[in-house]
């Protein structure tokens, strides 16, 4: 019995100071880690120096870019069009897109702000992204007529500023908009996700009653801050 004490007594020692070396190695470890949870771009990235921010080093489209970091980001809250892939051709206004983002960004130093929604599924980052002068690039995309909104629940306020950018191009008819006006056709919107589907279209036809909106044209659809489903409307804007 008296034995058995002892070699507990010893054991809680051991113990005391084994949770001593971890507490002190967790610590220590928050310690040293600190500055480079600052270096997560967009997280903190509001008060860095500019000489501290990524640049982006290469455009893959309008919409995808590569940091300096390593760090892929897919700007947040629109969508542009398809460069060519698999034997595809590329769709109208792609290597426009591909081009303004490039004349933006490459080589430029740039700050990130992101959602609650983190990353796509191909794991890259999703942000907002200005040039240190404040200028947004999502919106600038808007502007010229080579983007449109793209809305995820969880993008955050900033996206919702996007959608009068897109209106303006839109009364302007400038780029993916020309000509769009006169279309007539048509689709089926969802108010819970802002998608919009052709008529025939399962999904569009499984949208529950309440998030129903016919829209009598695509321009209307887009207007209302809605993007057209991938599944039944996947090459837009090649129709
Ligand atoms: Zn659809």
Redesign the pocket.
Known sequence: MQKALKGRRAFDRKGNVRLGALSLAFFGGLVFLWPALFQIPGLFSGEKAAGALPAVVKVDDGDTVRLSDGTVVRYLGIDTPELAHDGSRPEPFAKAAARENARLVLDKKVRLQTGARLRDPYGRLLAMMYLPDGLCVNGELLDKGLAWCLWFPGDGPAAEDLLPRQRAAMKKGTGVWKGLKERKGAYIGNARTR?F??AG????KKTARENRVPFASAWEAFWAGHAP?A???GEWPGR
């Open positions: 998608r589907h052709a279209c399962p999904l569009g489903c599944e039944c409307l």
